[in-house]
């Protein structure tokens, strides 16, 4: 049995539904704690009443260091300053649990993450963090680290590490690079270094995929994809990010994952919840990008805006 944690607020329920029906496809033997970072997602979760899930509300688990930073950063920028929390606060919920595997709530796992976890057991280490792996026209390793907090996993035998993390996002975790720093993620660039007895880096590469790399590994090796940029705009158009896709990873990933976020939205409204846009991205950006992403489909690389009802 594997331990996960996400985090997300109402907002973003339909990729928390996906990123779930996935793991009760692919995964298997699992428990997922969703730390719930509004009220509203606890409630509309809680009427669903999934297996395997257990709910976590932040409310009720904010640190005094937590709630003195939460009015200086926007709400992307507490999310990722709550990353670090998140696998402490389940092995306070729970101490038989002696390992949690944190999840960004857009990934989408295609097979069983178990050929990961034997990697990582046989390493002998108690962290896990996964690269980039970028393609080499989207290295964003300079801004945006080498390593990407999407699928960490953290041993109780690793809580030096993750307490490490966890002051430095609460001294500094903003959505700009500063000094070397971006968000929660740059201060994973030197942890193999700064804690090699500790920290192992995923060595299979194109188990991690991603719009960064998907030109890069193919998409038949992803273990789970991360959907990084991807945004609910309206009932009928979602963004899907300014990467080049190959058309095989929009028909083969792409079109499942679309699927199981309407299936999300379907769930979720039979107990009240309301779809909203997850992006504030204005007409002229639409309209320029529909007409790109007529050009570009065209050569068989689709990016932009995509019809997804």
């Given at each position: 049995m ?12 339909p990729q928390?539904?996906?990123l779930y ?7 298997k ?8 970072v509004d ?7 809680a009427?669903l ?9 932040l ?7 937590l ?15 709550l990353?670090?929390?998140a ?6 919920a729970d101490?038989s ?5 944190y999840?960004?709530?857009d990934?989408c796992?295609?097979?069983?993450p178990s050929?990961?976890?034997i990697?990582?057991e046989?390493s002998?280490k108690?962290v ?12 964003q ?15 109780r035998r690793?809580?030096a590490?993750?307490?490490?993390w966890?002051?430095r996002?609460v001294?500094?975790c903003?959505?700009r690079?500063e000094?070397g720093?971006?968000?929660d993620?740059k201060?994973l660039?030197?942890?193999?270094e ?11 590469l ?8 998907a030109?890069?590994f193919p998409?038949?090796?992803a273990?789970?994809y ?6 609910i ?7 899907i990010?300014?990467y080049?896709?190959p058309?095989?990873v929009?028909k083969?990933?792409?079109?499942p ?5 309407k299936d999300?939205?379907a769930i ?11 992006s504030?991205?204005g007409?002229?950006?639409?309209l320029?990008?529909i ?5 570009i489909s065209?050569?068989?690389?689709p990016y932009?805006?995509?019809?997804w009802y």
């Amino acid at each position: 049995m594997e331990h996960y944690v996400t985090l997300f607020d109402s907002l973003f329920i339909p990729q928390g539904l996906a990123l779930y029906f996935s793991m009760k496809k692919y995964v298997k033997d699992f428990i997922l704690w969703i730390l719930c970072v509004d009220d509203e997602a606890y409630e509309v979760l809680a009427r669903l009443q999934f297996d395997n899930v257990r709910l976590l509300r932040l409310g009720e688990l904010e640190t005094e260091d937590l709630l003195r930073i939460k009015p200086t950063r926007s709400k992307g920028e507490y999310c990722w300053t709550l990353t670090p929390f998140a696998p402490k606060f389940v092995f306070d919920a729970d101490f038989s649990v002696e390992r949690v595997t944190y999840l960004d709530a857009d990934l989408c796992f295609y097979k069983n993450p178990s050929d990961i976890f034997i990697e990582y057991e046989a390493s002998g280490k108690s962290v896990l963090i996964t690269d980039h792996a970028y393609a080499p026209e989207y290295d964003q390793s300079v801004t945006s680290g080498r390593y990407c907090v999407q699928f960490m996993t953290f041993s109780r035998r690793g809580e030096a590490v993750r307490k490490w993390w966890e002051d430095r996002c609460v001294e500094w975790c903003y959505a700009r690079f500063e000094d070397g720093k971006f968000g929660d993620q740059k201060y994973l660039d030197d942890w193999p270094e700064k804690f090699g007895s500790e920290v192992h880096v995923l060595r299979n590469l194109g188990a991690a995929l991603a719009p960064w790399n998907a030109i890069r590994f193919p998409y038949s090796d992803a273990i789970f994809y991360h959907f990084h940029g991807l945004r609910i705009l309206s009932r009928r158009r979602i963004a899907i990010g300014g990467y080049r896709l190959p058309r095989p990873v929009v028909k083969n990933i792409y079109a499942p994952y679309l699927k199981s976020l309407k299936d999300g939205v379907a769930i979720a409204e039979k107990v009240g919840w309301c779809l909203r846009p997850q992006s504030s991205i204005g007409i002229r950006w639409v309209l320029r990008n529909i007409m790109r992403d007529i050009y570009i489909s065209l050569a068989g690389l689709p990016y932009g805006v995509m019809r997804w009802y």
